[in-house]
Structures are given as structure tokens and as C-alpha cells.
């Protein structure tokens, strides 16, 4: 038997803009994922997830799904490439479950089930070093996101904490041991990565040249706020964040009226800063406060469901 766990993650500066060379901060969250992962001595894959039911497949029968129409399918996918790739001739139950809210959008759910389906696949047969991973799961990720994605949160579940992220050429960078005081907020608002992203990519194809001058000035956001996190300066942050908020919001267009709510509560309430998470169009907000306003701030969101957990926790 295998256990494994993957937190999910928020996006701190750089969503979308990622997606076209340019860079992200991400940081790993302490609501996770857990899977384990055992071998039967029936040549079947059983899956049973406490958030999307149960599968079971005799091997022989078994089809890699060429269109996700289930939350089991991508598991099924993994599982299916994993076995064929290495040889995993076992049957195999997975048992899943999560406290990352579902369907809630920008805080990596999907990112944190894969990453830790396959840790514990890899820890039941050792084939990959977890630097592999990411190779192995962007298809995957790309697939969900409708075509197209960074997989920085791919980073971010494997290795944990606060890291830069770029994928044009492939980089990541460590931000060290930090702690930053953020409130994660759930709007209730369901949002899907694969409507947000190809959103995205409809304008860039448009409007090729203002899409990517809005990316640069994305860009420089990340510079800033690197710099900003590195010298723990709280104030300078939350105002990047804004104002990251801003063009994800008027620029990009990938707001939503309630997540724009929960930014003015915020701000108004004394935060330092606070924005969207990921995909946008509902989905998680992120705020940047000092703890001594934080209570306060929770009390005046309670039309949300508000989370107060560690950010920058270990990966896998």
C-alpha cells in the first residue's frame, strides 16, 4: 500500500500570463488532496472518491478517456498511461479524498488529485524522480484546462512552498521559507479552468499585440512582487496583487461580480491588498491582511466561505 497527499495552491501574481512565457508566483496551501493507492489481486482499476463516486474496470477493458466528461476520467487517463508506460501489470484501488473545496477554482484541485494519484502509483512502482513529474502530467493538465496551461501548479503541489514559475524557457525558482498572512475566500461561484483559459486565448488571437503588452505589464507585477516577498514587505505586495487584480478583472476580462465584492470588502476592511486566483470567473479570491484585521475582515465576507490555512507547506 501507498499513501500519498498534495496541497493545493494559490496563485499570489501571474495567472494566465504564464500560460504565454511569461512568469508566476504560486504558492503551495495546506488543504490537500490524499490518495492511496494498493495493489488487489484482481487485474482491475478501482477508484473510489469521496467528492465524484467510484469506478471499476477489469485492465483487459479498460480505455484511456479521449474527452473528460467525468471528474474520474483524468484519474482513469493517469492511471491508464502510468501502467502502460511501466509496466503495471497489478490491478490497483484508489482511494481519494480532499478538503480542497470542488469546483472551486483557483486553488489547483484538479493539479492536486493528479500529483497525488501518481506519487502514490510511483511509490507502489518506482519509476519516476519527482523532478519527472511535470513532463508526465502537463498532458494530462492541458487536457483539463482545455488545451492549454502552464502547470506551474504542477511545481507547486510536487514541491511546496513559494516558488517563481516559467515555463518559456522552463524555470523555477524557490522563494525560501516565508510567511505571508492570507486569507483564502471561497465565493460559492462555480468556475471551470477549461472555459477561462481558451477565454483567454480567443482575445490573445484577436488582439495578438495588446494581449501581449498586457501579459508584459503582468510581468513586471511578478518582478516586483519577488522582490517585494523576498523583503517581506506586506504593504508593497497587497498593492501589486490589486492592482494584478485589475487587469485580470478589465484587461483580461476574467472577474466576476462576486469575486469583484470580495476585493472592495477587503480593501475596504484594510487589507493590504487581495485578487483572484487562477482561472477567475468565480472560483477563490486570495487577500493579503494583517492577522490583528483578519476576524474582522472574515465577518464582513460571510456571504463566502472564508479559509485561514498555512500557505508555503511542504509538497509531496
Request: proline fraction near 3%.
Amino acid at each position: 500500500m501507498a499513501v500519498s497527499s498534495a496541497p493545493g495552491n494559490i496563485f499570489l501574481l501571474g495567472e494566465h500570463s504564464v500560460v504565454y512565457g511569461r512568469s508566476a508566483i504560486i504558492a503551495a496551501i495546506g488543504l490537500k488532496t490524499f490518495c492511496r493507492a494498493e495493489k488487489i489481486s484482481e487485474k482491475s482499476l478501482e477508484i473510489a472518491s469521496a467528492g465524484y463516486g467510484k469506478f471499476e474496470s477489469k485492465l483487459e477493458n479498460l480505455k484511456k478517456p479521449t474527452e473528460y466528461q467525468s471528474p474520474l476520467d483524468p484519474i482513469i487517463d493517469l492511471f491508464a498511461e502510468f501502467s502502460g508506460k511501466f509496466n503495471l501489470k497489478t490491478g490497483v484501488r484508489l482511494e481519494i479524498s480532499s478538503n480542497i473545496p470542488r469546483n472551486s477554482g483557483g486553488m489547483s484541485s484538479s493539479t492536486a488529485v493528479l500529483s497525488s494519484v501518481l506519487d502514490a502509483l510511483n511509490k507502489l512502482r518506482p519509476c519516476l524522480e519527482k523532478e519527472s513529474y511535470y513532463g508526465f502530467l502537463l498532458p494530462f493538465q492541458q487536457k483539463i484546462h482545455g488545451g492549454k496551461a502552464s502547470g506551474a501548479e504542477i511545481f507547486s503541489s510536487t514541491f511546496g512552498g513559494y516558488n517563481k514559475i516559467r515555463i518559456n524557457p522552463l524555470q523555477r525558482e524557490g522563494l525560501g521559507n516565508i510567511e505571508l498572512p492570507i486569507m483564502i475566500v471561497n465565493t460559492g461561484v462555480e468556475a471551470k479552468t477549461a472555459e477561462t483559459v481558451p477565454y483567454v486565448k480567443s482575445g490573445w488571437t484577436l488582439d495578438m499585440e495588446s494581449y501581449e503588452e498586457v501579459f508584459d505589464r503582468i510581468q513586471s507585477l511578478v518582478e516586483e512582487g519577488e522582490k517585494a516577498i523576498k523583503t517581506t514587505d506586506l504593504v508593497k505586495l497587497g498593492k501589486l496583487m490589486s492592482e494584478n487584480h485589475q487587469i485580470l478583472a478589465y484587461d483580461l476580462g476574467v472577474s466576476h461580480p462576486k469575486l469583484n465584492k470580495v476585493i472592495k470588502v477587503a480593501l475596504d476592511s484594510g487589507a493590504y491588498g487581495a485578487k483572484l486566483s487562477g482561472g477567475g470567473k468565480g472560483g477563490a479570491a486570495i487577500i493579503l491582511a494583517d492577522k490583528t484585521k483578519q476576524e474582522k475582515i472574515a465577518e464582513r465576507l460571510s456571504f463566502c466561505h472564508v479559509y485561514k490555512t498555512e500557505i508555503g507547506v511542504a509538497g509531496l
